[in-house]
């Protein structure tokens, strides 16, 4: 009977110390691009899947027109993020819980490919900073276009948070 329940202390303490586990991030060697180029999540570790979030309107009383209602790419990355920022807090997470991130970009009307420039300064308010140096593993992909003529920029992330 004691070993039984010094085995169920054990593993209870065990399965504890697996659930305190932190994700770890490997930054890209030799590089200061904010992305990770790994992530790993431990045992115990709930996976969040957010769809794909697309901008709003910078005219919300347009809802989007030809005459560029959404903004260019910096401001859709920015709206997007601030988007999928305020439904990780509904889920009681934050922009630091992003583990991955898969973005696509339309190129901008009358140019020959997507604006990552524009994407990145809009990523780098978000990721890589003094407050926030949580990084994402990262895809961007050019996508010849999205649901909306006007939508540069999709999103979607998935995040991480200890198992309760």
């Not at 790994?38 to 030809?66: R, W, Y």
């Not at 991955?100 to 990523?123: N, T």
Request: hydrophobic share 45%.
């Amino acid at each position: 009977m004691r070993i039984a329940v010094a085995g169920s202390v054990v593993l209870a303490l065990w399965c504890g110390a697996a659930t305190a586990q932190e994700v770890v991030r490997h930054p890209i060697p030799g590089s200061d691009f904010p992305i990770s180029r790994a992530v790993e999540i431990p045992g115990g570790t709930v996976l969040v899947f957010l769809s794909g979030a697309v901008p709003a309107p910078t005219d919300q009383t347009t809802g989007g027109s030809p005459t560029g209602g959404f903004g260019n790419t910096q401001v859709q990355t920015v709206s997007v993020l601030r988007s999928i920022e305020a439904t990780l807090g509904d889920l009681g997470l934050g922009i630091g819980d992003v583990v991955k991130m898969q973005v696509f970009l339309v190129a901008p009307e009358s140019e020959d490919a997507m604006d990552f420039r524009g994407f990145m300064e809009g990523y780098m308010q978000f990721f890589g900073t003094r407050d926030q140096p949580a990084l994402p593993v990262r895809t961007v992909v050019e996508v010849a276009g999205l649901a909306h003529s006007e939508w540069l920029v999709e999103i979607e992330v998935t995040a991480a948070r200890p198992a309760q």
